[in-house]
């Protein structure tokens, strides 16, 4: 399915031909020198080497994807590119804290030397960002060479009358909910801003010496540390301290059964059988309408009845059939992503676009929420914002669903996780798609291939270890092999993956060290294969679905 819906990520102007190169060592002449590379992965090596004598190696291992980061000083509101040459499968060239939208760019696979190159404009009070490459779980050592920063330099970071600040003191946790715990610490002489640490990874950077971290499990005990910075860099990590969230049930979002079975139906024909929201089969619980159109507006949507292609289907009808599936205890949302969805949210203009563009919708047609299905990334933090200016709008039965890719998943530290996380409390379902996918990594450190009973347990124990309730965790798949290019799988392995999530039986090699017996459920793409199909996969796994414990 979902096809892509590509998020604009790029600030605007670009870096003058005459600017310096800002990044320090770019070319790994003097080792590690300005660099750090997570869990010790990097190295230095004279082959091969794009340029000079030596360049960076960083080998993957477990649930580390072997980062290196440099901070670089730089002025506010300003355009910057970033490029590097690399070599390797997997290999990611990015930029972060830029006060706008955090930006990156990679290869799938660079037998040889290959440049990567990405731009970004800096916010009204950024003066320095973090540059980085990494490779992926799974995968071999990368090779990286000749990283370029060029566009205004900030302040010198060897100007003795700007040193880097001291680590801060006095870290301490205030306030706990089951999602979040408050930070506050002590103030840092010359110090511009704080980054925020947990489990040693950075969560957030403020500007004072307070933060709440949010999107955390509930009954989970995490530890803290921050950092004091200015424009000549970053200072050492402070003391950890411990914070434990209070117990909660977790996840929000929806009147939705305990157990249920999520169907997208196409608002298009495609070769697949042409629907009616009535026609769709009674197994199906949530029905996702595909998809939503963007509009002129940044982050605005709108929805157009593709009337003609769906056999003289009008709007009065289609608002009609909704009401009558609402009757019956379904729930209608509206789809936002998708082949050619080109919906972007990076700035509180945008996301506050979404939010009402959005609410219009539901108040138009009765849609009872929204399924985000933008499958080239997204800003956690504007995204975040939309989605909880929506359900301010909306209330409380506001449902919420995601349909994010097995890469978007990997790790709570990426933005469609961060942002699964940041609206626990309201979010319904995450229903990431396990097909057009490729190997990826299991919670158990291995990597394994689409297609498996193991492939859906070790990809969703991810996301059930990584701070979701089981409630809100759903196993996407395609309804037929014609509804996607690979990944395909028959209904009988995803009820084993089923059984195996919720009751610890029918396993493949792979078993979760424990049961979730309140998995939510499934999700396929579509309800018009589907029907094509005969309806083989709902009639299969929809009664699964609903008899789960």
Not at 301 to 316: E, P
Not at 340 to 346: E, F, K, P, W
Not at 401 to 415: C, V
Not at 454 to 473: H, N
Request: charged content about 10%.
């Amino acid at each position: 399915m979902l096809g892509a819906g590509a998020l604009v990520a790029v600030g605007g102007g670009t870096a003058g031909a005459a600017d310096a190169n800002l990044v320090q060592n770019s070319g790994f002449e003097s080792g590690l020198s300005g660099w750090t590379c997570s869990a010790a992965s990097g190295t230095t090596v004279a082959t091969p080497a794009h340029g000079g004598s030596s360049a960076l190696k960083a080998t993957p291992a477990g649930q580390d994807n072997a980062q290196c980061a440099q901070t670089v000083s730089v002025k506010p509101d300003s355009s910057y590119t970033l490029s590097a040459w690399v070599q390797g499968s997997y290999v990611y060239l990015g930029a972060s804290g830029t006060g706008t939208t955090d930006v990156s760019t990679w290869t799938p696979s660079a037998s040889g030397w290959q440049q990567l190159t990405t731009t970004f404009k800096t916010g009204p009070s950024t003066t320095s960002v973090t540059v980085y490459t990494h490779g992926w779980y799974g995968q071999p050592a990368y090779y990286a060479d000749d990283i370029s920063l060029t566009g205004p330099g900030g302040s010198d970071p060897g100007d003795p009358g700007d040193p880097v600040p001291t680590a801060p003191s006095g870290l301490k946790t205030g306030a706990v909910t089951s999602s979040s715990i408050a930070l506050s610490w002590s103030t840092v002489s010359g110090a511009t801003g704080y980054n925020v640490y947990r489990d040693g990874t950075k969560v957030q950077a403020v500007s004072g010496t307070s933060a709440t971290v949010t999107g955390l499990a509930a009954a989970t005990s995490y530890q803290f540390q921050v950092t004091a910075t200015n424009a000549a860099g970053e200072s050492p990590r402070s003391a950890a301290v411990t914070g434990t969230t209070s117990a909660g049930s977790g996840g929000g979002g929806g009147t939705v059964p305990k157990h249920a079975v999520t169907g997208y139906w196409q608002n298009f024909n495609n070769g697949a059988t042409v629907q009616k929201i009535s026609g769709v089969q009674d197994q199906y619980d949530i029905i996702a309408v595909a998809f939503a159109d963007a509009t002129g507006t940044p982050g605005a949507v709108t929805f157009n009845l593709d009337s003609a292609g769906l056999g003289g289907y009008t709007v009065d009808q289609f608002k009609a059939d909704i009401k009558a599936k609402q009757a019956a205890g379904k729930s209608v949302i509206i789809s936002i992503g998708g082949q050619n969805g080109t919906v972007s949210i990076n700035d509180s203009a945008s996301a506050n676009n979404f939010a009402n563009s959005v609410y219009a919708l539901m108040q138009q047609y009765g849609f009872d929420g929204v399924d985000i299905d933008l499958e080239n990334g997204l800003n956690a933090t504007y995204m975040t914002q939309a989605l909880r200016s929506l359900s301010a709008k909306a209330g409380s039965k506001l449902v919420i669903t995601m349909a994010p890719q097995t890469i978007d998943m990997q790790s709570t530290s990426n933005a469609y996780f961060q942002t699964a996380l940041n609206i626990k409390d309201i979010l319904t379902v995450v229903n990431m798609q396990y097909y057009n996918s490729g190997s990826m990594l299991g919670c158990d450190g291995k990597v394994y291939s689409q297609g498996s009973v193991d492939f859906l347990t070790a990809l969703a124990c991810i996301q059930l270890e990584g701070g979701l309730s089981p409630s809100q965790v759903g196993l996407g798949l395609p309804a037929s092999t014609r509804g996607a290019g690979s990944g395909y799988v028959s209904p009988t392995i995803v009820n084993n993956a089923l059984d195996c999530l919720a009751r610890g039986t029918n396993c493949g090699s792979f078993k979760p060290a424990k049961t979730y017996p309140g998995l939510r459920g499934a999700m396929t793409w579509s309800t018009n294969w589907d029907a094509l199909a005969g309806n083989a996969w709902s009639n299969a796994v929809g009664p699964k679905v609903h008899g789960l414990p």
